[in-house]
């Protein structure tokens, strides 16, 4: 079996694990060259209200044949359509807690006014099988935790009831 069948097999065993535990998922095949096929699964009950948000699980596109580490991604949007004139408070904010994170990060996508949270991971070419499998676990589970532990405080700043002194606080600091 080949790397990219190998990636297919794992990704819809992702796929029919959350469709097991009645988790909303589907497959996003590639459209173009070199775009990776995508598991879409959304998330529930996040933070503290209960929110929404969308997991996108894929492996990067390999750069060459002889490539010794493949990336895993997980990615989550949390909150579209964020308030233009919040902007600089959740750079200010996102600054300091992604300096608090031991993984991964939150960025907003300045086009699309988007928040959304990337956890990439270099995994060894050589892992295969349940190894990976369970890597995909540990990525997803991580980046879950990690949207859920913050997802309070980012719906606070956009709702305009928190500031850049209540994060600092939120964080210890």
């Known amino acids: 079996m080949n790397i990219n069948e190998m990636r297919h097999d794992l990704l819809e065993r992702f796929l029919e694990e ?3 535990n009645l988790i909303p998922a589907g ?28 997991g996108f699980l894929y492996f ?3 750069h060459t044949p002889e490539d010794e580490v493949q990336h895993l ?6 909150q579209e359509d964020l308030p233009e004139g919040r902007l600089p408070l959740f750079y200010q904010a996102l600054a300091h807690i992604n300096f608090t994170l031991p993984y991964g990060c939150f960025s907003i996508d300045t086009k699309n006014r988007f928040l959304a949270y990337k956890l990439c991971v270099p995994i060894a070419i050589e892992m295969t099988g349940e190894e990976l499998y369970d890597e995909i676990n540990i990525v997803t589970g991580n980046a879950a935790e990690a949207v859920d532990t913050y997802m309070g405080v980012l719906s606070d700043i956009r709702d305009g009831s928190m500031d850049l002194e209540n994060v600092l606080e939120f964080l210890g600091g």
């Open 18 to 20: 959350c469709n097991d």
């Open 27 to 54: 497959m996003v095949e590639a459209t173009e060259e070199g775009e990776p096929e995508t598991v879409e699964f959304v998330l529930m009950d996040v933070g503290d209200a209960g929110d929404e948000a969308r």
């Open 60 to 62: 990067d596109p390999m």
């Open 73 to 78: 991604t997980c990615l989550i949007t949390l």
